[in-house]
């Protein structure tokens, strides 16, 4: 050291907690500091023998101070640009310096975040990669930075500091609650969590909560990632920016990716499932949660990495590649989201900083006493941030087209699965969770106004009003909702025997009067064939035969109703046994004849569905009964109405039996007269069915019917639907 320079003092019990990486402003102590006198420089170098500072000008030798921490006095009235060469006994190596570096957040990043604003928070906080050049080189490392306003001293550990964060201790950038530093040469791939020292002294381990990547379950750690994927999809986000879903077709495949066929990852999904999803003539899948959770059981549902795919099937650039095939290929993607409760896991969000952070603090509104999670705390601003954001991240890094939305009601009602005494109501004294029900609308308004053309989906299970309203009225804003309704009374209702079936009528045409009040999604999802529910096949009574025909007119009912409708990976194949992670579908089965008749059909209600604007172009104008109330005969019938492109009427006539005997000479009115055609018979035995089917053209007879001018006599086939077209309109 110099004898003419002192290096800038520092108390001894600063320097003590600096060295055990139990500081919160170390980068006040460690790195270059300016005086009159001349340049400290302080570095941490535990167990060294020797410390040298490496300017452009020279090099300085440090000198031992305490407990590891090294310091050289420079001479100059300006910091220069330096490395640190370290030795330990033979060996010697020169790196660059963490503590040299400013904050990688700025002054506007840090208050967005406290104020819960920044939309972009994934950008700030989490491990990013980041190069720097000067006059000594380039240097490539890793910002980190963390969320964690109640911790008193936070470092970075990982393999490349082997799992020793007393020389990567983070700085506090005040209020914001936000630590941060930049590591250098630390790049994609490195593991790493976060050490955090909660208010009562202890440290503990955590995964970031803004990791983009993760080690593969059921390691915990987080992993730096960065971003390559060359996106093709220019013209699908274009249109989308353009589209309103709501007045275009959309069917959708559900999918969990672990078993739609195992041992598939995200590049082997994109070439076997996309082109399977196009063949079948989906227009969109939805993806069960892929944010990475740590029990394949839980099918992605308890999320302790909301940001990083999950790495069971790949790279984030490798998920991004299966979005990018779908696109190409014309097909959305939607991807469930979790914002309704989070698991307890002690490595994830669960008490992050020591304290009740994510989770809500209240013991009566904390927990979720179904499934043994915390409920996000959204009434805290941060919080809301770091769901919104999240929300945002998925449509805006991935291209994701929409967000199905797990679990609203649980959100909605303060007394959600609670019993009295369980929960408390709120300012108002009511069950409905105002902060919640602020969050929605906020989640829901921002997506829509920063990615126009995507669509928010809300799983909700109550008459909660105005779900789909917009939230400038007061509405939740969502885009669609699932009908719960209508999936819970028509099973209920084919799962009778047919000849019990006039008893039930209600519970088949119920849905109608309240179809238009809501933007419906008609879901038969993956929760109707878990946990004993068995598979759809077997709800259906009878033999082999009239299942299956069940199934058949079940899907005709479906894609004519007024709504969008969405089916479950194996419904479209008769699946048999109930659904399980662990094991693929049943694809032997499209050997039989019946399962493909049923996979055949599939396909041809998609092609006829997405070619007629008459079965979505406008729910609400394009329904008519014709006859609502033919119990005893277990049949509806019904006009589906719309316009082309080109402003051309279509119309199609839906009539579904559910007896379990053909109608013979079955007359029908008809809108009009003139030549009508057959368009579908679920019973075609191509199919699988017996072939009871209205052959060549049906001429509409001046005979008044169902309070309609014309009318026809049809074939009707045993538990199966017809469905008529104009013959003009059929070419």
């Not at 983070?170 to 790493?192: D, K, N």
């Not at 195992?262 to 003539?281: H, I, N």
Request: charged fraction near 20%; proline fraction near 6%; charge should be negative.
């Amino acid at each position: 050291m110099s004898r003419e320079l002192t290096p800038i003092p520092v108390n001894d019990d600063i320097l003590d907690a600096v060295a055990s990486g139990s500081y919160y402003s170390p980068h006040s102590v460690l790195g270059a500091h300016l005086s009159d006198a001349g340049v400290t420089i302080r570095v941490a170098a535990h167990l060294a023998d020797a410390v040298d500072i490496i300017t452009p000008t020279g090099a300085y030798a440090a000198s031992h101070e305490r407990g590891g921490i090294w310091v050289a006095a420079l001479p100059g009235k300006e910091i220069p640009t330096y490395r640190v060469s370290v030795t330990y006994g033979e060996d010697t190596n020169v790196r660059d310096d963490a503590y040299r570096y400013l904050p990688t957040l700025g002054e506007m990043d840090t208050y967005l975040i406290s104020e819960g604003r920044h939309e972009d928070l994934w950008k700030v906080l989490g491990a990013h990669v980041k190069t720097y050049s000067d006059e000594l080189g380039e240097t490539t490392g890793t910002s980190f930075a963390v969320w964690a306003p109640n911790a008193r001293a936070v470092r970075v550990v990982g393999e490349f500091n082997y799992w020793d964060g007393t020389a990567t201790s983070m700085r506090s950038l005040g209020s914001s609650g936000v630590w941060e530093i930049f590591v250098p040469e630390v790049g994609v791939g490195a593991r790493y969590k976060f050490e955090i020292q909660g208010p009562g002294g202890n440290w503990f381990q955590k995964a970031d909560p803004l990791a983009r990547a993760t080690e593969i379950p059921p390691a915990t750690a987080s992993v730096v990632t960065d971003y390559f994927h060359e996106w093709t999809d220019a013209e699908w986000m274009a249109a989308r920016r353009e589209r309103n879903v709501h007045e275009g077709p959309m069917s959708i495949y559900e999918v969990h990716a672990g078993s739609w066929r195992q041992g598939l990852g995200y590049r082997e999904l994109a070439d076997e499932l996309v082109p399977y999803v196009k063949q079948m003539g989906f227009t969109h899948v939805e993806f069960m949660p892929l944010a990475e959770h740590p029990f394949g059981g839980s099918w992605g549902y308890q999320v302790t990495s909301y940001y990083a795919p999950s790495s069971r099937y790949g790279t984030p650039d490798d998920f991004r590649y299966l979005v990018d095939a779908f696109h190409r290929e014309g097909i959305g993607v939607i991807l469930d989201w979790v914002p309704a409760h989070f698991p307890k896991d002690d490595f994830a969000l669960a008490r992050f900083d020591g304290t009740p952070l994510y989770e809500d603090p209240d013991p009566l509104r904390g927990e979720h006493p179904d499934w043994g999670t915390y409920v996000f705390n959204f009434g805290r601003r941060e919080v809301r941030n770091f769901l919104v954001a999240n929300a945002l991240y998925w449509l805006e890094d991935f291209h994701i087209d929409g967000l199905r939305v797990d679990a609203v009601a649980s959100m909605l009602y303060l007394d959600y699965s609670r019993k009295d005494g369980q929960w408390r109501p709120n300012q108002y004294g009511g069950r409905e969770n105002l902060e919640a029900i602020e969050f929605i609308q906020e989640a829901n308004a921002t997506a829509y106004r920063r990615h126009p053309g995507i669509i928010m989906i809300a799983e909700e299970s109550t008459a909660w009003p105005g779900v789909t309203a917009p939230t400038s009225g007061g509405g939740l804003g969502y885009g669609m909702k699932w009908n719960m309704g209508w999936m819970n009374d028509t099973l209920r209702y084919l799962s009778e025997d047919p000849v019990n079936r006039r008893w039930h009528h209600g519970e088949l045409t119920f849905s109608l009067v309240y179809a238009f009040s809501e933007n419906y999604v008609l879901p038969l999802s993956h929760d109707e064939v878990v946990h004993g529910k068995g598979s759809l096949i077997s709800k259906m009574p009878g033999d082999k035969w009239q299942r299956l025909a069940g199934l058949r007119s079940l899907y005709a009912y479906q894609w004519s109703h007024p709504g969008k409708q969405l089916i479950f990976m194996g419904q479209e194949i008769g699946q048999e046994q109930e659904w399980n992670e662990s094991y693929s579908l049943d694809w032997w089965l499209l050997d039989q004849e019946g399962h493909a008749g049923v996979a055949a059909l599939v396909e041809r209600l998609n092609r006829i569905y997405a070619s007629s604007p008459a079965m979505w172009d406008d729910d609400y104008t394009g329904f008519e009964w014709i006859d609502a109330s033919d119990g005893d005969h277990n049949l509806i019938s019904y006009l589906r109405k719309g316009s082309d492109n080109k402003g051309n009427r279509e119309v199609v006539v839906c009539i579904s039996n559910f007896a379990g005997n053909p109608h013979e000479g079955y007359r029908v009115g008809l809108p009009f007269g003139g030549e009508w055609v057959e368009i579908l018979n679920t019973d075609s035995e191509e199919f699988g069915g017996s072939g009871v089917v209205n052959v060549g053209t049906i001429i509409a007879e001046d005979t008044p019917w169902n309070g309609r001018p014309v009318s026809a006599s049809l074939r009707i086939p045993p538990l199966g639907a017809v469905w008529l077209a104009p013959a003009s309109q059929a070419r």
